[in-house]
């Protein structure tokens, strides 16, 4: 939009943003300086913004649906979206801005150029957010395909499957075997609108090469992105090997508190895209935010925001301890007579372990360990022996990792997937996903590591002494 041809008293506005805006992208600047953890504690919530909200020293929540202005030149400027403001909730909010900042400083961290992000009510509505855009169907000839890790959550697989292959005709094109670089390659053409793979996916665990898949999808100007969920940006920054959106579900362990459901995405500016308008490929988290976002209304509560926000603060930290704790977890499950097999990318014999060696590292571990240290978080999983049955005997003998469906929690907690997250997808889709009958998932909290497994060690003793485990014999 030209701004000269706005009134004058819209123009003093305008110009009034532009000076905002510059003192904004300088306060960014300096906060891009700072450690991880700095920016996990402040975001870009600093003192001229505490002096202008009563002097308030935590980011403020703002919970008024709508912002009241000046006057209508104001309005106009605002509205037009010239000038920063935030207008309506549904649109923009103060609080979830300061989320929105603190995220893209941390997706962006170690990497040269900008980064922006969109906050979400949901992970789904993140995945949506970030995938929905390339699927126009004014582009294209009805031909598009998508290029989609089968080890995905099952939510992101019913959404590309139900409602983009089923219902749309949009072709998914799953990858079996995400490690395997020519499986990728074979698939992606010039009707591929994306590439998206998780990573570590939920609930196997697997692992993929993002730097090598990015260039296959970037040979076709396409996009890669990549589901960062179970990683977090403390372990793992998908922007800085290639991919060009990162998209998470912020409910699990940058929420670990267990307090709010929420999504974002974080995009590097400038991505490649066979389709979509240029402010699309120029800033595609601010474009989401203010036009589809806008019009589709998947916006983060500035309540859940300030939660997230007082979570995110010690992020690296939790997922420096829990990590570790996790690790002896897993070697714990690994020796144990009734476990058949332990997806855990940090065991050495995992098939992933190299990849992830590459790519999972304790966010700035050298100040504190003289050297960087590799995390690879706190999902896991595992199948028992004596099959479906077997599993849930004993995953029903638990009695202090709770059964839920849910993962990143400070909480241990476990899941069957096949009956839970990867119920809806059915046994085909299970098959295309490997999500055996006898998996077991577990999100290992923050407790000592020894209460977690001996609740294990309990649950394993009950089911022993079974017929399961007495037919076995
Ligand atoms: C890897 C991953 N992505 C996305 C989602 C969806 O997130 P939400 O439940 O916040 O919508 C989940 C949920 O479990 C997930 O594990």
């Not at 703002?62 to 207008?87: G, I, K, R, V």
């Not at 969109?118 to 126009?136: D, E, I, R, W, Y």
């Not at 003289?370 to 099959?387: E, I, P, Q, S």
């Not at 997250?421 to 998932?441: I, K, M, Y």
């Amino acid at each position: 939009m030209n701004e000269s041809t706005f009134p004058p008293g819209v123009q003093k506005y305008i110009k009034k943003g532009q000076t905002m805006t510059a003192a904004q992208t300088a306060h960014r600047a300096r906060m891009r300086q700072m450690k991880f953890d700095t920016i996990a504690v402040h975001g870009m919530y600093g003192m001229e913004a505490a002096l202008a909200n009563q002097g308030s020293i935590v980011e403020p929540g703002y919970f008024s649906s709508a912002q009241h202005f000046e006057n209508s030149d104001h309005m106009e400027a605002s509205l037009a979206y010239l000038m920063p403001s935030w207008t309506y909730s549904r649109i923009a909010n103060p609080t979830v801005h300061y989320l929105e900042e603190t995220l893209a400083l941390m997706e962006g961290y170690g990497f040269e150029g900008k980064v922006s992000a969109c906050a979400t009510a949901s992970g789904m509505a993140a995945v949506f957010m970030a995938t929905n855009p390339f699927l126009t169907t004014a582009e294209g000839d009805g031909r598009a395909n998508i290029v989609v890790s089968a080890k995905c959550y099952g939510g992101t697989f019913m959404l590309f499957q139900e409602r983009y292959q089923a219902e749309r005709g949009i072709e998914v094109r799953w990858v079996r075997h995400a490690l395997d670089l020519d499986e990728w390659d074979s698939l992606i053409d010039e009707n591929t609108r994306f590439v998206f793979g998780e990573m570590p996916s939920n609930p196997t665990l697997a692992v993929m090469d993002i730097a090598a898949i990015a260039e296959l999808a970037h040979a076709q100007e396409i996009p890669f992105i990549v589901d960062s969920t179970v990683a977090t940006p403390a372990l793992m920054r998908p922007l800085n090997h290639g991919a060009d959106i990162v998209v998470h579900s912020v409910s699990k362990s940058m929420a670990t508190s267990g307090f709010a459901i929420a999504g974002a995405l974080a995009a590097r500016h400038d991505i490649p895209s066979q389709v979509g308008p240029p402010e699309m490929r120029a800033n595609f988290a601010l474009y989401v935010k203010l036009l589809p976002a806008r019009d589709f209304g998947p916006g983060m509560s500035p309540f859940t925001a300030l939660m997230v926000l007082n979570d995110l603060r010690a992020l690296r930290h939790r997922m420096d301890y829990i990590s570790r704790n996790t690790m002896q977890v897993a070697d714990y499950l690994a020796q144990h007579p009734l476990v058949e097999s332990v997806r855990y990318p940090g065991l050495e014999n995992d098939e992933g372990y190299a990849i992830a060696r590459k790519y999972m590292w304790l966010v700035d571990s050298e100040d504190e360990y003289g050297t960087a240290v590799n995390r690879y978080g706190h999902l896991m999983a595992f199948t028992v022996k004596g099959g479906a049955a077997a599993a849930r005997q004993m995953f029903d003998q638990l009695q202090m990792i709770w059964r839920a469906t849910d993962l990143g929690r400070i909480k241990s907690v476990a899941t069957i997937p096949a009956i839970s997250t990867h119920q809806q997808q059915g046994e085909t889709g299970r098959d295309l996903a490997q999500v055996p009958l006898n998996l077991v998932r577990l999100n290992v909290g923050g407790e000592h590591p020894a209460d977690v497994i001996a609740d294990l060690e309990q649950a394993f003793t009950a089911v022993r002494h079974t017929s399961v485990f007495a037919l076995q014999k």
